[in-house]
């Protein structure tokens, strides 16, 4: 069984920095790739970032660029979300996903993924 479990969120003020991760576990992931969505109160959820396999090609939301890093240590399964500088209307629910390939024409479709964690909660403070 597949399994994505995140950690890292929590309460932060506007400002500070959190990293979030996703580990995964029940198979192998060779040649996946991962993603972050978030989905705040009310709304829809949205695409944050994305990495490739190896790593080579990332995307990112316009809302996060230059503040979000994604990054993944195959090795461990895993994959990292750095959020520096965070506003308060990055709170949401953080959740990971993986897909079979990754386009920069749909990396932002949440059904172009097939297995998605719980969600780990962000908070922001103004």
């Known amino acids: 069984q597949v399994q994505l479990v995140e950690s890292g969120g929590g309460l932060v003020q506007a400002g500070d920095s959190l990293r979030l991760s996703c580990a995964a576990s029940?198979?192998?992931?060779?040649?996946?790739?991962m993603a972050w969505f978030r989905q705040a109160p009310g709304k829809e959820r949205e695409a944050v970032a994305a990495?490739?396999?190896?790593?080579?090609?990332?995307y990112y939301a316009d809302s996060v660029k230059g503040r979000f890093t994604i990054s993944r240590d195959n090795a461990k399964n895993t994959v990292y979300l750095q959020m520096n500088r965070l506003k308060p209307e990055d709170t949401a629910v953080y959740y990971c996903?993986?897909?079979?390939?990754?386009?920069?024409?749909?990396?932002?479709?949440?059904?172009?993924?097939?297995?998605w964690g719980q969600g780990t909660q962000v908070t922001v403070s103004s």
């Open positions: 996903a993986t897909a079979r390939t990754l386009w920069a024409s749909s990396w932002f479709i949440s059904s172009q993924y097939d297995y």
């Open positions: 029940g198979r192998t992931f060779r040649g996946y790739a």
């Open positions: 990495i490739s396999w190896g790593g080579g090609a990332t």
